[in-house]
C-alpha cells in the first residue's frame, strides 16, 4: 500500500531527528534533505508539516525527554535507547504533547514507522511508551 504524503512527511521528520540524534546534523542539512525529496515539496502542506515536526523537537527535545524518560523502566535513561528509537519517541511525543492530531493516529503512525526501521519487536516498547505518554 503507498504512503500518504504525511506519512511521507513524518518519516522525512523521523529521519532528520535521527540524522541529528547520531551526527548532530545541521538544520541546514535537514531542509536540504526534506528539499531533495519532489513529493514533499509538491505537497506544500506535508511540506510545512514536516518542517514544523522537526523544529518542535528541536525546540522542545529536552522537554520531550523528560516525558520519554518517566515512562522508561527503572534504571534507563533516553541515551540508552536506540537513536531510532529515541526519534521516533521524540517527534511522536513531539505531536501527542503540541498537536490536535488524533493520539491514536499518532501511536499507530510511530508503531509502523518502527516495524520499518527498527528491531522487531521495538514496536512493542514504542506502543507501550506512547500509550503511557498520553
Known sequence: MAKTIRQVARQKAII?????LIVDASWTDMKNYIKADD??????RAYEFCIQ????????????????????????SFN??????????????????????DKSIVINEAVINA???CDEDSYKFING???DIV
Open 16 to 20: 532528520c531527528v535521527y540524522q541529528n
Open 39 to 44: 513529493q514533499l515539496i509538491e505537497g506544500a
Open 53 to 76: 515536526l522537526i523544529e518542535n523537537v528541536l525546540k522542545n527535545k529536552d522537554n520531550y525527554i523528560q516525558v520519554i524518560e518517566k515512562q522508561l523502566k527503572k534504571g534507563w
Open 129 to 131: 511508551v506512547l500509550n
Open 80 to 101: 540508552r535507547l536506540n537513536k531510532m528509537e529515541a526519534a521516533i519517541l521524540l517527534v511522536s511525543t513531539s505531536e501527542l504533547l503540541d498537536s490536535d492530531l
Open 115 to 117: 516495524k520499518e526501521y
